[in-house]
């Protein structure tokens, strides 16, 4: 028996039956809101923070601060409380209130902004003061090395090394990156299929970032396609995982099973995977789940 750390990773893989009838075309989610804190983020969160930690970045004196658009934020709060070193968390101020309450709860002090990139430039100054220390999820390798040693394997196992298709939103890019990584080892040919949102959309957690904000953990050679994703059908997707598969997940997973099943009607065979990133109940009170 341990800590509620301990039980980062290793979840489910849930094959999705209700929405193609190729036999030879399989498609499982990756629950991601499986992990104590309720998303893919954990991973990264754990490993950037007991990596610092490790290599003595971080001091008794030390105060965290991160950006976040949420789900990071949450992990991180709760890793923070756990290894008792204090955070602020800063965030667009059209998060869910959700996400705000969920990591004040542990404890973190959030600070709200007009926007993520402004969320990011005011981390970063503030890092420059004495005793903050950034974790910077969008720079950090350690975000996509959680990836490497966990996420990658676990499906590598799980589906028995058939995987053909690994789908993820990309917003640090750090799930892909890693998984990209882990996967192109193990077989060349295992395609990497990126989402980002369509000009104009909304998606939380999946970003087309601006040139200047690009995450430099991103290499684009890293992934072999990616797929614009309307916000109606990041929507849409995410109603009838709940509706018809029982999945309650938020938008960007529902973004990441359209992706999916884009490539599930262009293939005769094959074994698709798409990270489910987070749980639904972080968006009740947005109009996700409304009409």
Same mark, same amino acid.
């Given at each position: ?46 490993? +950037? ?28 709060? +709760?890793?923070?409380?756990?290894? /008792? ?17 969920? +990591? ?11 926007? +993520? =990139? ?23 390798? @350690?975000? %996509? ?8 394997? =676990?499906?590598? *196992? ?20 890693? &998984?990209?990584?882990?996967? /192109? ?9 990126? &989402?980002?949102?369509? =000009? ?10 601006? =040139? ?11 992934? @072999?396609?990616?797929?614009?994703? @309307?916000?109606? @059908?990041?929507?849409? *997707? ?38 489910? &990133?987070?749980?639904?109940?972080? %968006? ?8």
């Amino acid at each position: 028996m341990g800590n509620i750390i301990e039980t980062i990773g290793n979840t489910p893989l849930v094959e999705i039956t209700s929405f193609h009838d190729n036999p030879n075309v399989r498609i499982y989610a990756k629950m991601e809101g499986n992990n104590p804190a309720g998303s893919v983020k954990d991973r990264a969160a754990l490993n +950037m923070i007991r990596s610092a930690l490790e290599r003595g970045d971080i001091s008794p004196t030390s105060t965290l601060i991160e950006a976040t658009s949420g789900n990071t934020g949450i992990a991180l709060a +709760m890793i923070a409380s756990m290894y /008792k070193v204090p955070i602020e968390l800063v965030m667009p101020s059209t998060s869910t209130r959700e996400r705000v309450l969920t +990591m004040e709860a542990f404890g973190a002090k959030v600070t709200l902004l007009d926007s +993520m =990139e402004a969320s990011r430039d005011y981390a970063e100054q503030k890092a420059q003061q004495p005793n903050f220390f950034l974790l910077n999820q969008f720079a950090n390798p @350690d975000n %996509y090395k959680a990836h490497i040693q966990t996420t990658g394997p =676990e499906i590598w *196992r799980d589906t028995e090394g058939r995987i053909t298709h690994f789908v993820s939103a990309m917003g640090t890019t750090g799930t892909i990156m890693g &998984c990209s990584r882990f996967f /192109k080892k193990q077989n060349e040919s295992i395609q990497i299929v990126g &989402c980002q949102p369509t =000009e104009g959309s909304s998606i939380p957690g999946i970003r087309r970032w601006p =040139e200047a904000y690009l995450p430099k953990i991103f290499d684009p050679s890293r992934v @072999d396609r990616i797929i614009d994703i @309307d916000q109606a @059908d990041a929507t849409k *997707r995410t109603r009838e995982l709940v509706a018809k598969e029982g999945i309650f997940v938020g938008m960007s997973t529902g973004g990441a099973f359209h992706a999916a099943l884009q490539v599930a009607n262009e293939i005769a065979e094959g074994v698709i995977v798409f990270i489910a &990133c987070d749980r639904g109940d972080r %968006y009740l009170s947005s109009d996700l789940f409304v009409g």
